[in-house]
């Protein structure tokens, strides 16, 4: 495939309330994820120590609470294979004991039978460790597992397990071998790990290294547990942005721009851990304009979230989303190119599987999607577009199953959603109307700005703006030689730059001092 000359890149952009992070491939954006920088949300990977409060014979799982206000869900089948083992050093340690010891000494005993009963491990008011497997969605809490992993980009670390097991899709015997001796021996008592395919070929200080830190990050819960003996976080697998750079970094990652020193450091440092070629790949930027103005993804974003996605030759997708399902609605513009409809409505069909590939990801659609091609006769195009499908998903990381076209042309498509599907308003209420749908004479809007300008020298004594407009705000009062923003400069003796934003509305402006802050 054509993928050896794609170009991907991250943009990170880091505000004050989220970090927002932008995956482009040539350009285009195909994932888009955002993190709050404020408190803890309850996310994947997250390990907490929750408390037991309700137990389901019927359903053969318990509600356990881990500080959300809504109960996390554990099944039987999820407690693991050595639940007694990680219970045993819940309830024997405390603050006297040396840990290491207690960890190194419980007996990792036979596994945990498939049929067994819930009631028999877990009782209301037990104290046990989980982690969380799926985010609370709508009306659900989290998803847990007992069987508590720590993820690196080479080796997953398993404590309380006994065996080391190697990736499936690393194929050469003598690797496979060399890797399963390498860790097996530098592994202590009591843990376990998976070797993941990245491991392949490298060195055994590369591998040393992540272990370590993967074994601190275990063994700097154990005092939170001995002491607190309360329900909390232990600690979260990563900050999304480490999450998503250890599932996506592969070669094939061009640059990674990010706006911020400190989380640029963060991400270098966690690259030069675990794959040290492509530490240079990481690059601050510093530009004027807006992080993600300047890559084009604000540009991006505000055209790929609508109801209507817009695409080629006329060719939309309506993309509507309910709690039971999403539905996804093909329609053909202009009749273009061939007389031949069929193969006409092939070529559209084909075109708008690339777009719905594409928004699956961006949008992190999860459950039943059912998408309504345009009729096509052939039975050939058909299942070539069916193929087509399931090509263009292969690289989607959520667990996916596309099902053939029935013979209305319906294809259906589940996606496992791990967390919330992201939804952006694309629609703006208008600063300046309010809602209302009235707004003041555009012919006045100079005199408005002009009246602002006039106060804030007076009222601040400063003589230097920064004025931050949409772009065809912009475009009018710096027009000419003898421009609204020359006219004021004379007249009120001060310093004023026009800074265009693109995701500023249509008469939306607002000015700020010289060190940045918005002034009012």
């Known amino acids: 495939m054509e993928s050896e000359h794609q170009e991907k890149d991250l943009v990170v952009d880091v505000g004050s309330a989220e970090v927002r992070l932008a995956l482009l491939e040539n350009h285009r954006l195909i994932e888009y994820n955002r993190e709050s920088s404020q408190g803890h949300s309850f996310s994947v990977g997250d390990v907490y120590l929750g408390k037991v409060k309700k137990i389901l014979p019927a359903l053969n799982a318990a509600f356990v609470d881990i500080g959300d206000s809504k109960e996390a869900?554990?099944?039987?089948?999820?407690?693991?294979?050595?639940?007694?083992?990680?219970?045993?050093?819940?309830?024997?340690?405390?603050?006297?004991?040396?840990?290491?010891?207690?960890?190194?000494?419980?007996?990792?005993?036979?596994?945990?039978?498939?049929?067994?009963?819930?009631?028999?491990?877990?009782?209301?008011?037990?104290?046990?460790?989980?982690?969380?497997?799926?985010?609370?969605?709508?009306?659900?809490?989290?998803?847990?597992?007992?069987?508590?992993s720590l993820a690196g980009r080479n080796i997953v670390l398993l404590p309380f397990a006994e065996?080391?097991?190697?990736?499936?899709?690393?194929?050469?015997?003598?690797?496979?071998?060399?890797?399963?001796?390498?860790?097996?021996?530098?592994?202590?008592?009591?843990?376990?790990?998976?070797?993941?395919?990245?491991?392949?070929?490298?060195?055994?200080?590369?591998?040393?290294?992540?272990?370590?830190?993967?074994?601190?990050?275990?063994?700097?819960?154990?005092?939170?547990?001995?002491?607190?003996?309360?329900?909390?976080?232990?600690?979260?697998?990563?900050?999304?942005?480490?999450?998503?750079?250890?599932?996506?970094?592969?070669?094939?990652?061009?640059?990674?721009?990010?706006?911020?020193?400190?989380?640029?450091?963060?991400?270098?440092?966690?690259?030069?851990?675990?794959?040290?070629?492509?530490?240079?790949?990481?690059?601050?930027?510093?530009?004027?304009?807006?992080i993600f103005d300047h890559f084009e993804v604000t540009r991006q974003i505000k055209s790929s979230f609508g109801k209507v996605v817009p695409m080629k030759q006329g060719t939309y997708l309506v993309i509507e989303t309910t709690e039971a399902l999403n539905v996804i609605d093909v329609n053909s513009g202009i009749r273009a190119k061939t007389s031949d409809q069929e193969e006409n409505t092939f070529e559209?069909?084909?075109?708008?599987?690339?777009?719905?590939?594409?928004?699956?990801?961006?949008?992190?659609?999860?459950?039943?999607?059912?998408?309504?091609?345009?009729?096509?006769?052939?039975?050939?195009?058909?299942?070539?577009?069916?193929?087509?499908?399931?090509?263009?998903?292969?690289?989607?990381?959520?667990?996916?199953?596309?099902?053939?076209?029935?013979?209305?042309?319906?294809?259906?498509?589940?996606?496992?959603?791990?967390?919330?599907?992201?939804?952006?308003?694309?629609?703006?209420?208008?600063?300046?109307?309010?809602?209302?749908?009235?707004?003041?004479?555009?012919?006045?809007?100079?005199e408005q700005i002009e009246r602002k300008l006039a106060d804030l020298v007076e009222r601040t004594g400063q003589k230097q703006f920064t004025l931050k407009t949409g772009p065809i705000l912009g475009a009018y009062i710096t027009r000419g030689w003898n421009s609204f923003v020359s006219k004021w400069k004379r007249k009120y003796r001060c310093k004023l730059k026009v800074q265009e934003i693109t995701d500023y509305s249509i008469l939306q402006y607002e000015f700020y001092d010289e060190s940045g802050k918005p002034l009012d």
């Open 73 to 148: 869900f554990v099944h039987y089948l999820d407690l693991g294979l050595h639940f007694d083992a990680f219970d045993k050093f819940v309830r024997d340690s405390n603050p006297n004991r040396d840990l290491a010891e207690l960890f190194t000494g419980i007996k990792v005993g036979a596994p945990l039978s498939k049929d067994g009963r819930i009631e028999d491990y877990l009782k209301p008011g037990q104290l046990i460790i989980g982690q969380i497997v799926k985010e609370p969605i709508s009306t659900k809490g989290s998803r847990l597992t007992a069987e508590i």
């Open 163 to 290: 065996k080391v097991s190697v990736s499936q899709k690393i194929t050469s015997k003598e690797e496979k071998r060399r890797l399963e001796t390498l860790v097996g021996n530098i592994l202590p008592q009591n843990y376990g790990a998976i070797i993941r395919t990245a491991a392949e070929g490298s060195s055994a200080s590369v591998l040393v290294a992540e272990l370590r830190s993967l074994i601190e990050k275990w063994e700097s819960a154990w005092k939170k547990i001995s002491k607190n003996k309360s329900v909390g976080l232990l600690f979260t697998e990563y900050s999304k942005t480490t999450t998503i750079l250890r599932d996506l970094l592969n070669d094939s990652f061009t640059n990674i721009y990010v706006n911020d020193e400190k989380i640029y450091e963060e991400i270098r440092r966690y690259i030069s851990l675990i794959s040290p070629e492509q530490e240079k790949i990481v690059k601050l930027y510093d530009g004027k304009d807006p």
């Open 348 to 446: 559209v069909n084909k075109l708008a599987a690339e777009e719905i590939a594409r928004q699956l990801r961006l949008r992190d659609m999860g459950g039943i999607v059912i998408v309504d091609f345009i009729d096509m006769d052939s039975v050939e195009h058909r299942n070539e577009l069916y193929k087509y499908m399931m090509e263009l998903m292969s690289s989607d990381r959520a667990k996916h199953n596309v099902l053939p076209l029935t013979k209305f042309g319906l294809m259906q498509i589940t996606r496992q959603r791990i967390r919330p599907v992201t939804e952006i308003n694309t629609t703006e209420k208008c600063p300046l109307c309010h809602g209302t749908g009235k707004i003041a004479s555009t012919v006045v809007i100079d």
